[in-house]
C-alpha cells in the first residue's frame, strides 16, 4: 500500500496559530516535507518545529524564487519525484505550507503533480489576511459587502478596475511594486482607507502608515483597504 500525502497549513508564522489538527498530524509524521529557499532556512518548518515529531525524517525541497517559473517548476517536478519515493514505500507524508495550503500555497504545486496517484488530505491554515485584519483590529467585510484579494504585480488599469469594484481588498506579493501601488491608491484617493502591515503575527510584526512603508516591501506584507460602506461598523451615537 502507498502512504498519502497531507497537506498541513500552518497560518500566518506564530506557531500558536497553528490548528489542533494540524499539531496532531505533525506530532505523529514519520516523514515532514517542506520547502526552503536554497541556502536558507524554511520558514514553514521553523513554524511547525514545537509541533513535529522528533524522530520524524525530513525531505527540504529546494525551491528557488525567480521571475522566470522554469527553475521552480523543475524544483517542484523534483521534490515531488522524492516525496512520491517515500509514498511509494508507505510512508504518509506531511507536507509543510505556510499560511493555507490553497491560497497561494506551494503546497498545490506539489499536489498537482502527485493527486490521482496518492490519497490526499488536506488541513486548512489561517490566511496571513485573516492575520493581519486581526492584528489591525479591521474588519474586512460585513453582510454583503465583497472583499477581493489582488496580487499587486497586476497592471494598473486591472489593479484599478478591481479596488473600484471591491467594498474591501487585500493587496499582496507587494515587493517591488509598493511604489507604484501606493501611487495608485492616492489617485484614486483610497490612501487614507489603506493600511500597511508587514510579517504580521511575527514578532517583527510592524503596522505603518502607507506613506512610511518601505519600497521595496518585504515579502511577508500586505495592505488592507475598506471603504466603511457598511452603516453598522460605525459607532453608535
Not at 509598493?178 to 492616492?186: C, P, T
Request: overall charge negative; proline content about 10%.
Amino acid at each position: 500500500m502507498t502512504g498519502k500525502l497531507i497537506g498541513v497549513g500552518l497560518g500566518p508564522g506564530d506557531p500558536g496559530l497553528v490548528t489542533l489538527k494540524a499539531a496532531q498530524a505533525l506530532g505523529r509524521a514519520e516523514v515532514i516535507a517542506y520547502p526552503a529557499l536554497p541556502g536558507s532556512p524554511s520558514f514553514a518548518r521553523s513554524i511547525a518545529a514545537p509541533h513535529m515529531n522528533p524522530a520524524a525524517i525530513e525531505i527540504v525541497i529546494d525551491v528557488p524564487i525567480t521571475p522566470a517559473r522554469g527553475p521552480a517548476q523543475a524544483a517542484y517536478d523534483t521534490g515531488a519525484a522524492r516525496l512520491a519515493e517515500a509514498l511509494d514505500a508507505g510512508q504518509d507524508v506531511v507536507l509543510l505550507c505556510e499560511g493555507d495550503p490553497f491560497f497561494y500555497g506551494s503546497f498545490m504545486y506539489l499536489h498537482a503533480r502527485l493527486q490521482g496517484r496518492y490519497a490526499v488530505e488536506v488541513i486548512p491554515g489561517i490566511t496571513s489576511i485573516s492575520a493581519a485584519a486581526s492584528a489591525l483590529g479591521l474588519p474586512l467585510t460585513a453582510r454583503n459587502e465583497v472583499l477581493v484579494t489582488l496580487p499587486a504585480p497586476l497592471d494598473d488599469d486591472t489593479l484599478r478596475a478591481r479596488m473600484e469594484a471591491a467594498d474591501s481588498f487585500a493587496i499582496m506579493k507587494l515587493g517591488r511594486h509598493l511604489g507604484r501601488v501606493r501611487a495608485l491608491l492616492g489617485a484614486m484617493g483610497l490612501a487614507e482607507n489603506a493600511r500597511y502591515i508587514e510579517r504580521a503575527s511575527l514578532p517583527e510584526q510592524r503596522i505603518l502608515p502607507l506613506g512610511d512603508a518601505p519600497d521595496p516591501a518585504p515579502y511577508f506584507s500586505m495592505i488592507l483597504v475598506t471603504k466603511g460602506a457598511d452603516p453598522w461598523l460605525k459607532p453608535l451615537p
